[in-house]
Structure formats: C-alpha cells, structure tokens
C-alpha cells in the first residue's frame, strides 16, 4: 500500500486543522490506520491509530481530548482533526499503516509509512 499525507500548514494554536492521508496500491479496508509524529530533534511519537472498520480509536497522552482519528474507506482516506493545536504540536506528521498489529502505539509495527506533512503551530 502507498500513503500520501497532506493537509499540513501553518495554524494558529487555538485553531483547526485536519490531515488527510490517501492509500492506494492495495485494500484500504483492511489496514489498521495511524499517525505519528516528529518534531525537530525528537523521536516520532505516536498520535493515535484506528480499526478497520473505524469502529475503535486510541490516542496518544498528546492527542486526548483534541485531536481525532476517524477514517472514510469508501474513500482509501485517514484523518486527523486537530482542534486547539498548540505550538508544542509543532512537528511533521506521518500516517502508517499496518494489516495485523491492531491499534498499536509502537512505530516499529507499522509496515508502510506515508512522507510526512509538516505542521507548524504559532503562537
């Protein structure tokens, strides 16, 4: 499967902005879907991941509350809307895909790996 992330940008904190992450290449339906992310000089960190069917979620400590993951498989796509950015959410965001692992918070069970879509947050 190959992964497209977009949606990236400047945002202020307080405000919204939601990334898109297309697959093509292979049944969408049957991935567990999730993002990362990276900030500069930091280790990618896990954001959130959903089911197959989109059914079931879980977030990372830095997603609870404000971000959410939901996905449209009629359209190969995962989202992630991020409501109240703040500035520490400054980072490229990576989408992953995997078809056995489950809502899994661990980057190194994750097979395919979009390019990234970089997220600045002002203050």
């Known amino acids: 499967v190959q992964l497209q992330a977009s949606g990236g940008g400047l945002v202020q904190a307080g405000g919204s902005l939601r990334l898109s992450c297309v697959a093509s290449g292979a049944t969408f339906s049957t991935y567990y879907m999730a993002w990362f992310r990276q900030a500069p000089g930091k280790e990618r960190e896990f954001v959130a991941a959903?089911?197959?069917?989109?059914?079931?979620?879980r977030y990372g400590d830095s997603a609870k509350g404000r971000f959410t993951i939901f996905r449209e498989n009629f359209k190969n796509t995962v989202y992630l809307q991020m409501n109240s950015p703040k500035p520490g959410d400054t980072a490229v965001y990576y989408c992953?895909?995997?078809?056995?692992?489950?809502?899994?918070?661990?980057?190194?069970?994750?097979?395919?790996w979009g390019q990234g879509t970089l997220v600045t947050v002002s203050s």
């Open positions: 959903i089911t197959k069917s989109g059914g079931s979620t």
């Open positions: 992953a895909a995997d078809q056995n692992s489950g809502v899994r918070t661990t980057l190194q069970l994750y097979d395919y």
